[in-house]
């Protein structure tokens, strides 16, 4: 069965300052999409950056990089110049050929 | 423009009263799912649909049911087995074979009276 696993389920910085967020996966597919996504206190879904897991290349974005390891299945996220706005929580997610799977999430506090 | 919204944003249900919340996307995705968030907490899966007239169980699945008449719907029905409904309800579709493209609803708050 596939699975995602969020270890660290708070975690705290300081402002402008770089910060990683950890996920491992299992899964026996050879061709599947990670995710990071953001859930503000909105409670809105936002998407912080995608991963297709043919490409070797880490996924950047701005502030927002990834360090994909695929024999490992590991997909952490670095933040860098940690921002007050960056405060929510984040989830990993796999999506595969059978459903999608989330992670329990990592609640991130960046403080002034 | 293309999206996913979810009905009502806020909903109040009585003491052994059943409540259908409303999901309806317009990006023609073939998979749906519904999410359970408790305060503080991760999402957990309650049922998805990979196809209209088929939908499987998740994790959380009693006190719930579902339908997947149409491509677009995939209504949520909160029956009054479900002892604890008072939750963050989240909709999401996804498209592609390995479910490479992802939209999220707003979101439903359920509350108990």
């Known amino acids: 069965a596939q699975t995602v696993t969020q270890s660290q389920p708070e975690m705290s910085v300081q402002e402008a300052e770089t910060v990683t967020l950890s996920c491992t996966y299992d899964t026996s597919e050879n061709n599947y999409y990670l995710f990071w996504y953001k859930q503000p206190p909105s409670r809105q879904m936002i998407l912080v950056i995608r991963?297709?897991?043919?490409?070797?290349q880490n996924a950047t974005e701005n502030r927002f990089s990834v360090n994909f390891q695929k024999a490992a299945k590991s997909f952490s996220l670095k933040i860098s110049d940690s921002q007050l706005g960056d405060t929510a929580m984040y989830f990993c997610?796999?999506?595969?050929?059978?459903?999608?799977?989330f992670g329990k999430g990592t609640k991130l506090t960046v403080n002034p | 423009d293309g999206g996913i919204t979810q009905s009502p944003k806020y909903l109040f249900r009585k003491e052994g009263q059943n409540v259908t919340l409303s999901c309806e996307q317009n990006l023609n995705h073939d998979a749906m799912y519904w999410y359970r968030q408790d305060p503080g907490q991760g999402l957990r899966l309650i049922y998805y649909?990979?196809?209209?007239?088929?939908?499987q169980k998740g994790d959380i699945a009693e006190g719930y049911s579902v339908s997947r008449e149409k491509k677009e719907s995939f209504p949520l029905t909160v029956t009054s087995a479900q002892k604890n409904p008072t939750a963050f309800y989240l909709c999401a579709s996804t498209w592609g074979r390995n479910n490479e493209k992802l939209f999220f609803g707003s979101g439903t708050q359920l509350s108990v009276l």
């Open positions: 649909s990979q196809i209209v007239n088929d939908f």
């Open positions: 991963q297709e897991a043919y490409k070797q």
């Open positions: 997610l796999q999506g595969g050929s059978e459903k999608l799977v």
